[in-house]
RNA sequence: UGGGGCGUAGCCAAGUGGUAAGGCAGCGGGUUUUGAUCCCGCCAUCCGCAGGUUCGAAUCCUGCCGCCCCAGCCA
């Protein structure tokens, strides 16, 4: 069960957001009569949890309005971009479950006609060739509170400036010698409007354009332009852009151009106990904190992936957050809920004992196996069913057995009877330890007249626990994850307090003498499965194979038991616990 | 009084002058050969605070408080 080539259902039923008002009206009042809509990521870094928002919102009201979404590489600055960036960034969006037809777009595809409007800006007199240095140019910009001073360089006729620019273009001068500025007001309150840098020479090359051009566009420039060319109806964007709007209608009103976009600002999707920051994100994979950008703790698309969550619960995820202009701190359990609720519905059953502990059925003959069969799936037979070996020796779980149980505990203990999951009824005769008093097996007895199907098998017991016959499991190795941050805001301390410091040292804990029931022989990479009574598990994508099975675990089940444990030791130890969010 | 935003439950979030939707989390109960799932019930006399307008305010007005963003030739 590959779920990494579903890709339905990406129009779920959205609920009507503030954006999606908007969009509304300007289609019943005609205003458009198309939605255009574009995500515009940057190729330096891989997507994360954050993007998706954007991706949902953007293809999610282009499709719901039969509109258009282009998924727009912003590349600008040849310095921080790659095109493994662009190809991990395409990967993650299709995954995700959205198309963009022939709508793959790039921002340098428009660098000849952005450079076209910066000469019709120059010609107009709205813009001039600045030849400060960098650091002047901030000392002119003034401050927050302080208004900034004209350039000396300001009043600069058209012509020269246009012969200038071309000489910019030329390649006549270094990297840093001139910059193009709006001509705007240095005075204005919104430091946007303080004469922005309009291009900037950098002479490097470039992964699509090469070497045609040493002068690249800003931001501004560049994402305004292209907004305006592809015809964009509303730019929706995050929060941090909304100082940015008056330049960006600066610059429509000043252009000629197609269309006349509208900027939106919606507040972006803070996970708790994560960072997105692509910085800090490359950061963990440069010190080895996570083995790379696809690491199943990685807040990324691509990890997300390798962890097993599918496209869809991604998608109900962001779709449950909402879309506002609030500041907010969205709870895992959200995440988990979703990933869960989509999970349970699809992911085939089996068994597997992660911390394995012998049992040894007293009177069951030696060598006799005897093939059980057991429903992939509680609520869908159409799943169908499976063989599962049973034999005198099994694997259960350590937490499975107490020799000193709880209050409460209604698994295996001395003298106590539990079932076997698909089997027999056993009970705990006898307990047995090593030299050092280890506990090394459980002896057991089993009740024949109560294997399931048998009428025996109505008698109640307290218990039901999973197993594996020992002759015949799959040896396995599992990977259990973790939250990668102990704390619901590890970057909340700003540049004083290091997001490192609070990472999580369990946030990853790998089992290799996991064992698996023999059904799992040929379970592909990808491949997502529940494990009765612990969780849900994707078979890795890059390490899994027959002769090595590797899983990730995705994410426990419900536990209700765990939970009155913890409040149980909770309220005896007095030790505040992790706090949870 | 630099400018721009935002404040509804533990976390999200509807609500657009007529008397607080929904989800997650939590709590209680039922079903159950997964302590899962599923099902039922509970969970804001109150909408950052204080005044005001109104028959009536989370929604309108005034003042205050709190939080976030902006001084890259990054996006």
Redesign the pocket.
Known sequence: MNHDNETSGAAEAP????IR?IVADDLASRRHREIVTRF???P?GYLHIGHAKSICLNFGIAAETGGRCFLRL????P??EDQAYVDSIIDSVRWLGFDWADRLTH?SDYFAQIHACALQLIEAGKAYV?????E???EY??????P?RESPHRSRSVAENLDLFARMRKGEFA?????LRAKIDMA?????LRD??LY???RAVHQRTGDAWCI?????F??TISDALEGISHSLCT???????PLYEWLLAQLTLPARPRQI?F?RL?L?FTVTSKRKLAELITLGHVSGWDDPRMPTIAGMRRRGYPPAALRDFVQ????????????M??L???V??DL??RAP?AMAVLNPLKVVLINWPEGRTEMLRGAN???QPELGEREIPFGRELWIEQDDFAENPPK????LQPGGEV??????IIKCVDVIKDAAGQLTEVHCTVDPE?????SG??R?V?????WVSAVHALPAEVRLYDRLFSVPRPDAG?DDQDFKTFLNPASLQVLTGCQLEPALRTIAPGAVL?????GYFVADSVDHGAARPVYNRIVT????????EE?AGAASAAIPTTS??
Request: charge should be positive; proline fraction near 5%; charged fraction near 35%.
């Open positions: 609920g009507r957001d503030f008002q515009p990521p940057e330096n912003d590349d600008t600055n310095l921080k921002a600045d030849s400060l240095s960098a002047q140019i901030r910009r003034g401050t927050l509170k302080a900034g990297d840093g010698e001139h910059v204005s309150p919104n430091i946007n922005p840098v900037r020479i950098r690249y566009p800003m931001y501004d560049a994402h929060l941090e852009f909304e100082d940015h709007r600002e507040s803070n708790a449950r957050t909402g879309v506002t202009k609030k500041e907010h701190l969205i709870q359990s959200l988990e809920n979703c869960r609720e349970n519905v059953r799936h509680p609520d409460k505990f209604f698994r079932r076997l999951r698909y089997g027999y109560t294997r399931s199907g048998l098998a109505e109640k307290k218990g039901t626990i999973h700003g529940q494990f009765e009574r612990l089940l419900r536990d209700s038991w765990a939970r009155l409040a949870r969010a």
